[in-house]
């Protein structure tokens, strides 16, 4: 067998280990798509087959007689604006640290990774009475402050990207007159493309899908999440499980469609963020 009919082989059989793998993956998915085509009773017989009869009605119950419109557009609401906060308040932390290269600001550096050491579940209490204190419990404008917090991560992953920029540039620019704020929009901005891009993708999908924060700080039915009206959907003693996999999908549909168009920024932002370190 000549090198190159190895080569072929051997992708040959890593394609068909990862199309196995895949499918294996997309199990879960299947099952939730099927079951929202079908009744509690038909479901309980197979819940794995196809559905003999589909039907819509758990999509017309959903959106009849639940809050999915106002859900979507409480999440959309709560989603843009914390990441754009997010990405923004990240990328001028780490363009201020690496412009401004001293003790102080390494030791910043160094206090901002104890957020990484803190669990979340230890603020809970502070960050309730602060909200409390402020008015911010049981609205949006709470969830994006809390949100918000998560700058830190962004910070630590445009950091290392930034670090390996040619200082060149920035150099040339102060030559020319340009100020501070100035080169970050026009220069650095531009060149922190591919790690912002997978930033933005990272923090969407984190802040549409979570569910502890809106469950602790929401109350009123018309600013819940689309994640909150999944839970909402489980009753106390009994569930009506093709309708919670119809609004499961419906909270799955836009993130993945996000993932999809986006997958292809998050590789590029990877890599591009591992040659530059």
Known sequence: MSMGQRKRLHAGILSVVMIALALICAIPLYI??????????????DPFGLPKAP??????????????????VNTIIVTVVSV???????????YGMVQKKSRFTAAIGSFLLLSFVLPGQ???IPQYKMESSLGLVDSLLGLVVLYTGASTFCYFLI???????????????????????RIFWQIVLPLCRPILATVIVFETMWTWNDFMTPNIYISSV?????????????????TNW?????????????????????????VSGLVAGSVKG
């Open 32 to 45: 939730v798509i099927v079951n929202t085509f079908k009744n509690s009773a038909d479901m309980s017989l």
């Open 84 to 94: 754009a906060l997010m990405v923004l308040i990240g990328s001028l932390a780490a």
């Open 242 to 266: 093709p309708l919670f996999m119809t609004i499961t999908f419906i909270a799955l549909v836009p993130v993945f469609v996000f993932f999809i168009f986006c997958q292809k920024w998050i």
């Open 159 to 181: 950091v290392n990207y930034m670090r390996g920029l040619p200082q060149e540039l920035f150099e040339a620019a102060r030559l020319d007159g340009a100020s501070s704020l």
């Open 222 to 238: 018309e600013k819940q999440t689309l994640v909150l009206q999944v839970f909402n959907a489980m009753g106390q003693f009994t």
């Open 122 to 124: 230890v603020l809970l």
């Open 55 to 72: 039907t819509f009605e758990n999509y017309v119950y959903a959106f009849e007689n639940l809050p999915i419109i106002q859900a979507t």
